[in-house]
């Protein structure tokens, strides 16, 4: 028994130690692995710092390149907007009663007419059928009024009643008229009443959260709806022009053109959809300088979404077969915009030129350069007129033509903002 107890107290005292090996296990090879990180960090800021060295001492300096194109530009109005239903309803009951069920679910594509939910229909069936004898009652009475004026006015040409009798039973005839018009007004009511008690959807529509559960008594057009409908196909996105660019817009308008919009994600990295200007307000903001325009979109993917904030982009028009080059290209000198064009020999020659439009990606250009001219794309604020650059993964040897079409931007594969509209 001795011998048991002592080597479950060893077992008991080894274990605590061999937590704290694997403890101090861990806590090294984390030491170690946050150590090679170091090295790998300073080999590379030594490699960098050492080729900038060599660019600033008449080294080759390290840029990314890319040729100039031919594309189809177009001209756009960018622009914030929001997308707006052309419809939202909110579903009230119109006659007061007890919810007895809810036919639709949450989130759901309703039809216009398609029952949404129903209220206890049998006092309005009671007031319709009350209704409906009331009628008949007083049909009879005017049926039998009219037999009687008929007989009144037989007698009255063989001089056998009085002109007195005949006139009464006249005016009963068409007090009863009278009374069975209003009769059948409420049989209207009635039955419009009962028609009320299956609330159905308005519009056709995405049903949104239900605000009342079955079994609670609903008031007629009381504060809070049953469901809000919102309108999903079509889709308008409102959006805000400045005042400086209405009389383009204007002209484009009046030519006839059907003008295009695109809305663009927040990011601008992805078209969501692509529609057409609709129509616009008839008065200028005096705060903000700007009018208000809609555009429709089918929206039949329902990827824009009432209350979303897109970037817009109105296309005015498409100017055909320009040169364009990566919008990184173009930096902006003192008194003209300007690029660095890569010559045969691995040099640059810095050269003016006339920018057009511009899609946010890719930028035109109207004068100074030509259809193919290399440019530098990365790096150009360190260079200057005649300096020597080198073209990661290029030869040597002025053979930077395929290298370069390769690695610059204006051929990267996948990224967003195309020039054709």
């Known amino acids: 028994m001795e011998s048991h107890e002592g080597g479950q107290s060893d077992l008991a005292s080894a274990a605590p130690d061999l937590a704290v090996v ?30 900038k060295k060599g660019a600033m001492n008449g080294g080759p300096m390290p840029v990314e390149v890319a040729r100039s194109t031919a594309r189809d530009v177009p001209v756009i109005i960018a622009a914030l907007g929001t997308v707006t239903p052309l419809a939202t309803v909110d579903v009230r009951p119109q006659v007061s009663g007890p919810l007895l069920r809810v036919t639709f679910h949450e989130g759901d594509l309703v039809h216009a007419g398609a029952q949404l939910a129903q209220i206890d229909p049998r006092p309005y069936q009671a007031a319709l ?8 009652r007083d049909q009879a009475a005017l049926s039998s009024a009219k037999i009687d004026l008929e007989r009144y006015r037989r007698l009255l040409a063989q001089d056998s009643v009085s002109e007195q009798t005949y006139t009464d039973q006249r005016a009963t005839v068409n007090q009863d008229k009278a ?24 519009i056709t529509g995405r049903a949104g959260l239900r605000q009342v559960d079955p079994g609670n008594l609903v008031q007629a057009n009381q504060t809070t709806p049953i469901v809000t409908v919102t309108q999903m196909q079509p889709m308008s996105v409102i959006f805000t022009v400045p005042e400086n660019d209405l009389e383009e817009v204007f002209r ?43 555009a429709l979109f ?14 817009v982009k109105l296309v005015l028009r498409t100017l055909k077969h320009q040169i364009v080059v990566p919008g990184q290209a173009v930096q902006n000198g003192p008194s003209s915009n ?23 990606h890719y930028i035109s250009i109207l004068k100074g350069l030509k259809l193919g001219e290399t440019v ?16 990661p993964g290029a030869h040597p040897s002025g053979g930077h033509g395929k290298a370069a079409t390769a690695r610059g931007p204006a051929s990267r594969k996948g990224k967003p903002g195309g020039m054709r509209a």
């Open 22 to 51: 694997r403890r101090h296990r861990r806590i090294a090879w984390i030491g170690l692995g946050a150590f090679v990180l170091l090295i790998a960090f300073a080999i590379y800021r030594g490699h960098a710092d050492r080729q």
């Open 376 to 391: 530098v794309t990365d790096g150009a604020d360190q260079l200057r007129n005649g300096a020597k650059i080198r073209i």
């Open 179 to 202: 009374q069975v018009e209003a009769d059948q007004a409420a049989l209207e009511t009635a039955r419009l009443n009962l028609s009320y008690c299956d609330i159905v959807a308005p």
């Open 129 to 136: 059928d009350q209704a409906r004898g009331q009628l008949a």
């Open 252 to 294: 484009e308008m009046h030519a006839g053109e059907a003008l295009t919009v695109q809305a663009y994600s927040r990011d601008m990295l992805h078209r969501i959809a692509t529609g057409r200007l609709s129509s616009i307000d008839n008065q200028i903001n005096t705060t903000t300088g700007t009018l208000q325009m809609r």
């Open 338 to 360: 300007f690029v660095y064009v890569v010559n045969a020999n691995d040099t640059v020659t810095l050269r003016t030129v006339v920018t057009g439009p511009s899609d946010g």
């Open 298 to 311: 089918n929206n039949k993917t329902q990827a824009l979404f009432p209350n979303e904030f897109v970037n």
